[in-house]
């Protein structure tokens, strides 16, 4: 298939296409008129890629675990790097959370204290 074509069954743009094309996530063969041929399994793949993306991974990330992006990474059984991704992307967010939690907390006491003085 074409690449508008896998575009449009992926729910995604021939821009994203491209993009995963260029960091290796997905490959294509060109044909005799020079456009790029996906086959079927590039579906799984490209809805694999969104999968996490959307799960708030990066390009890169994703690219770490390009050999599970074959296989049904939502119904079975789950990919063991894929797993490991998810935990220390996990870990990153949860130490986010934790650091802007104190921001906030600092923010709002300081305010506390600011309006507290001058009532």
Known sequence: ???GELA???????????????LGLLESRRGPNGYRVFDEASVARVRNIRTLLDSGLDGASVAEVGHCLDDDLQG???CSA???LYER???VVDERVR???EVRDQLAQRLAEL????R
Do not use: D, F, H
């Open 76 to 78: 079975t059984a789950p």
């Open 99 to 101: 650091s802007l939690t």
């Open 1 to 3: 298939m074409r690449i």
């Open 82 to 84: 894929a797993v490991a």
């Open 115 to 118: 309006l507290g003085a001058t």
């Open 8 to 22: 449009e069954r992926c729910g995604t743009t021939v821009r994203a296409i491209r993009y995963y094309e260029s």
């Open 89 to 91: 992307r996990l870990a």
